[in-house]
């Protein structure tokens, strides 16, 4: 059943939520566009006065306003500090939605994105041509605003697929969680989609996977209502057949979507589930340093950065730097780093100057946007901090009871 609203509909509940807003500006020290720009118009209040005045009709959506409304990351920090509760994620949703997307959206580089089966392919024939060694070359002849040349630069080299070791099944009567692939994770995330697996099972629970499509995060933040409701309903229809109790996902940046989709379900990240489960698992001790980025997604949607933290002190020797805030975010953003590579650049920049003070040996991060997007940066200042996702370390440090 489709979900999209009308014009009026959306109109009035543009107008019903941004009159939450009490103007107190609480909302400009968390925001890192407002701190890129230090442009009211880029700050979340800035952006709440805008929808309205296009919601009242008082204003057109002109390329001079709207860019504002386009460079939001949709990180969500300041629906955390608001002390009216302001829900600026939905306000945000609607209001792209009622503008309609970007007249320059990379639809082309999109839709691959959002096929596992082209990305797959298309991952397969650049390892084939050793695309890794010479993108630099490749993406310098492109423009430096270009879409192709941002997703360039955040091919990956090729990654360490070794499976963590196979934890024996949960019992029958154990609960059933089901794993959302998603998109681009399913075919770049695929060790810490194996590694929550292993970690989930050693937890007792059963795991399902569900089939590998995108849950229309790309679709709904980008202003095409249409087209995330329609995955929105396959979302449905896939957890109806999963026979599952709770949906988990590795990226999340999936959470938010996947719960708008499915608002009875339990929409959780592993790391909930495994830290509430902490006391089955125990894990082989690593000297090692690591940096832990802690995604805009899970500190905002997913809330369970502690959790995160308490299960990675359960390595004996492992020493983690959690990277520090500000900077709030890195500048992935789901398409964001696409659609406006340079600015993302930027914010990544601050990220990688506190990651560079931390000195570690590898960096962790449960978002593989905010891990591509960063490694690339890493790459470009000739950096060598291996990235990984936090379960994918905790499953290789797994021990397994016989």
Known sequence: MALEKPPTTLKQSISTLADQCVQCGLCLPVCPTYALD????????????????????????????????????????????????????????ETRALIGPMAHRPRALLAMLKQPTLLRLATRIGGAVGLARWKARLSARLPADSAWRSALETLPAVADQTPPQAAANAPSDAPVVALFPGCVASVEDAAAEAAATALLRAAGYQVTRLPAFCCGAMDLHGGELQAADRLAERVRETWMASGATQLVTVTPGCLGTLRRALPDVTVTDPITLLAARADRLSFRPLARRVALHVPCTQLNVARNENALQNLLRKVPELEVARIPA???????????????????????????????????QQVLSSNIGCRLHLTAGMDAEGQRWPAMHPLTLLAQQLEISP
């Open 38 to 93: 230090g442009n009211e118009a880029e700050s979340p209040r800035g952006r709440i006065a805008i929808a309205a005045a296009l919601a009242r009709g008082d204003a057109e959506p002109t390329a001079a306003l709207r860019i504002h409304l386009d460079h939001c990351l949709g990180c969500l920090n300041c629906e955390r500090v608001c002390p009216a509760h302001v829900k600026y994620g939905e306000l945000l949703v």
């Open 326 to 360: 500000p900077p709030h975010c890195c500048g992935a953003a789901g398409s964001h780093m696409l659609e406006f590579p340079e600015r993302a650049a930027r914010l990544r920049e601050g990220v990688l100057g506190q990651i560079a003070i931390l000195a570690p």
